[in-house]
C-alpha cells in the first residue's frame, strides 16, 4: 500500500532539520557587539579584539583568507571577483567553498573565508559590522556550491535562506557553481523581518520537498521504512529505521528532482515574504 509522502512521522527525529539549529556563534557575535556598542568605553578595546578576523580564525571560528583584491569601481566588478575566486576553489582538487561579502555602498570586498567541498563559515569582524552598519547599505554574499557527481549542483537552501532573513545587513545571498552560474535570493524593498512562524513554514516546505524526492525516486524503499517504522513496537528498531530514513533524506537534494521542486519553489514562494529569486543554474554535466 502506498503511503502519502507529506504524512510524515512526527516522532521520526530529523538529523536535516537539526543542522539548520546550530547558530550559537552568530548570536554570540551579536550579542557581544551590542554589548560593546552599548557598554563602557573601557570594553571597546577588548571587544574589537575578541572580534576580530585574527582572533577568530587563531580560536578556529573561521578560516580567514586575505583577499587579493578589495576596491573595485562598482558591483559588477566585485561580483565578478568574488566569482572568479569562487570558482577556483570549485576547481581546486579537492574542491572547496569559498565565501565573499561585499559591502553594497563602497563595492569593497569586506572579507573572504574558505571551507570545505561541503560547507563553509564566515563572519564578519565588529570593525566590518560597525563599517556596514554605518554605510546603511548592507553587504552580498556569494559562496560555492560544489558539483554533486551526476553533474548537478544544489541550489540555494535552508541555511542561506536563514542566514539572508535573521541578519539585518545582509541583503543578497548567492551560490555559485563552477562554471559561473547562479542560484540568488535578494530582498526585495517590502521585505519585513521574519518572524519563526514564518521561517519554520518555510524549512517545512522544504523538508516536504526532500521527503517527495524520496517518495518519487526510491518509492519502494520509502513505504518499506515507513511501513515498518509504523508497525514496529521496538523502540531501538524505531531507531535504527529513523536514522535510515533520515540519511536518505539528507541526499535527496543532490537528485535533480529535488533541485527542480527546490528552483521552483523559491521562485514562487520568495515573493510572498518579501525575496526575489534568480537562478540561471543548468543541468551541467560533468566534466570528461
Known amino acids: 500500500m502506498k503511503v502519502n ?7 521520526m527525529k530529523n538529523s536535516y532539520l537539526n543542522r539548520f539549529t546550530r547558530y550559537p556563534f552568530r548570536k554570540k557575535v551579536l550579542n557581544t557587539a551590542g554589548a560593546i556598542l552599548t557598554g563602557l568605553g573601557a570594553y571597546i578595546g577588548t571587544g ?5 578576523y585574527y582572533k577568530l580564525n587563531k580560536d578556529g571560528y573561521i578560516n580567514y583568507v586575505t583577499p587579493v583584491q578589495k576596491n573595485f569601481e ?33 563595492n569593497n570586498i569586506l572579507a573572504e573565508f ?18 556596514v552598519a554605518y554605510y546603511g547599505e548592507g553587504y552580498s554574499i556569494l559562496h560555492g556550491h560544489p558539483e554533486n557527481g551526476n553533474g548537478l549542483t544544489n541550489p540555494l537552501g535552508f541555511n542561506d535562506f536563514y542566514f539572508l532573513v535573521t ?21 526585495l524593498d517590502n521585505f519585513r523581518p521574519l518572524n519563526e512562524e514564518q521561517i519554520e513554514d518555510v524549512r517545512t516546505k522544504i523538508i516536504d520537498i526532500l521527503k517527495l524526492s524520496f517518495y518519487k525516486t526510491r518509492p519502494g524503499l520509502y ?6 517504522y509504523t508497525k514496529s513496537k521496538n523502540p531501538v528498531e524505531k531507531e535504527i529505521l ?37 537562478t540561471n543554474f543548468s543541468r551541467n554535466n560533468p566534466e570528461k
Open 5 to 11: 509522502p507529506y504524512s510524515g512521522i512526527q516522532k
Open 167 to 187: 541578519d539585518e545587513y545582509n541583503t543578497e545571498v548567492s551560490a555559485v557553481n563552477k562554471y559561473g552560474e547562479v542560484s540568488k535570493l535578494k530582498k
Open 48 to 52: 574589537f579584539y575578541e572580534n576580530s
Open 223 to 228: 513505504d518499506s521504512i515507513i511501513d515498518s
Open 242 to 278: 529513523s536514522h535510515k530514513f533520515d540519511s536518505i533524506l539528507t541526499l535527496q537534494d543532490t537528485t535533480i528532482y529535488c533541485n527542480m521542486l527546490l528552483h521552483a519553489f523559491w521562485k514562487k514562494h520568495a515573493p510572498k515574504i518579501g525575496l526575489e529569486y534568480f
Open 74 to 106: 562598482t558591483q559588477n566588478d566585485a561580483v565578478d571577483y568574488a566569482k572568479r575566486q569562487i570558482i577556483n576553489g570549485l576547481k581546486s582538487h579537492p574542491p572547496y567553498e569559498h565565501l565573499v561579502y561585499i559591502n553594497n555602498a563602497t
Open 114 to 131: 574558505k571551507g570545505d567541498n561541503s560547507h563553509v563559515t564566515g563572519r564578519l569582524s565588529l570593525t566590518d559590522q560597525i563599517g
